[in-house]
């Protein structure tokens, strides 16, 4: 274990696990500012400390991103149709052996009232944009630059009482030769 200055900075390390908040953490810690968590997450000592921490959390849970990114994917490809059909007529239910496992993992509630029976996934969109965010398809990083495109200037000639479009440009209507 690294060695820390104080009974203080262990708690902080402990206290940081919990959200991820250096400034909430400090706080909880027992520090008068919270603008001390984020001096303390730059120290090596309570760095190295707070990695150590997380490693044991990892073995201990048995959570590794493996494991996220399944439940993640599990919900972003779910499919209603794995779990009914359905026609004009009427909605059936799967049997419960004919449902593969990643469509009840994608299943955030099940209820049977008086209106009958209710089943709502997890939000589709909101694992799609976390998958897209961690394999970099949003940013360009994704293992393909994006294109770079030309900027287009659309010229006018603003005459009396008229608007007269003369065409698009990627040359910036500046560096365009003025008519006589």
């Known amino acids: 274990m690294p060695e820390l200055l104080n009974e203080k900075q262990e708690l902080f390390c402990r206290e940081y696990l919990i959200d991820l908040n250096a400034s909430a953490a400090a706080l909880r810690a027992g520090y008068s500012h919270p603008d001390y968590g984020r001096q303390l997450l730059t120290k090596p000592?309570?760095?190295?400390?707070?990695?150590?921490?997380?490693?044991d959390r990892k073995q201990r849970t048995d959570i590794d991103a493996d494991r996220v990114l399944s439940e993640l994917a599990a919900v972003a490809f779910s499919n209603i149709?794995?779990?009914?059909?359905?026609?004009?007529?009427?909605?059936?239910?799967?049997?419960?052996?004919?449902?593969?496992p990643d469509a009840v993992r994608a299943v955030a509630a099940m209820k049977n009232d008086r209106w009958g029976i209710t089943v709502k996934l997890h939000n589709k969109l909101s694992a799609l944009k976390l998958l897209g965010d961690h394999l970099g398809l949003f940013t360009g990083e994704?293992?393909?630059?994006?294109?770079?495109?030309?900027?287009?200037?659309?010229?006018?000639?603003?005459?009396?009482?008229?608007t007269e479009l003369l065409g698009i440009t990627d040359t910036d209507p500046a560096e365009l030769p003025l008519e006589p």
Do not use: Q
């Not at 000592?45 to 490693?55: F, N, P, Q, V, Y």
């Not at 994704?142 to 008229?162: C, D, M, Q, T, W």
């Open 45 to 55: 000592h309570a760095e190295e400390r707070i990695s150590e921490l997380m490693e």
């Open 81 to 100: 149709t794995d779990l009914l059909t359905w026609d004009a007529d009427c909605i059936t239910f799967r049997m419960p052996d004919d449902i593969p």
């Open 142 to 162: 994704a293992g393909k630059e994006e294109k770079e495109y030309p900027k287009l200037h659309i010229v006018f000639n603003r005459g009396e009482g008229s």
